[in-house]
């Protein structure tokens, strides 16, 4: 819950929008069409099943920063699961694990991407 209306924000502050997912060529389209009110507002999104790399592995976090036109240091990544963010952070994204919606926007302002 609050997760639209977080993604809302964000982009009508101005802040670009990107994701990488680890869901299959197959699933990943309906999926997508039935949360298109979410999804419709990112740049760009590197899909596992298209790209045949995954989550944690080192390869899709360098895929997506050189399709997304950003340098280590200069996004944000944001997952429920550790192992996937502490390979981000490897790869020289920021990394935040979600607990909750709270928890996002709190790091988002201390980033001053979003006012809190």
Known sequence: PGMIDLVESLDAAGVPLFAITNFSHEFWPPFRAREAALFDRFHDIVVSGDEKLVKPDAPIYALALRRFGLGPGEALFIDDRADNVAAAEQAGLVGHVFT?????????????????
């Open 100 to 116: 909750g919606v709270a928890g996002v926007r709190a790091r988002l302002a201390e980033l001053g991407l979003l006012d809190s």
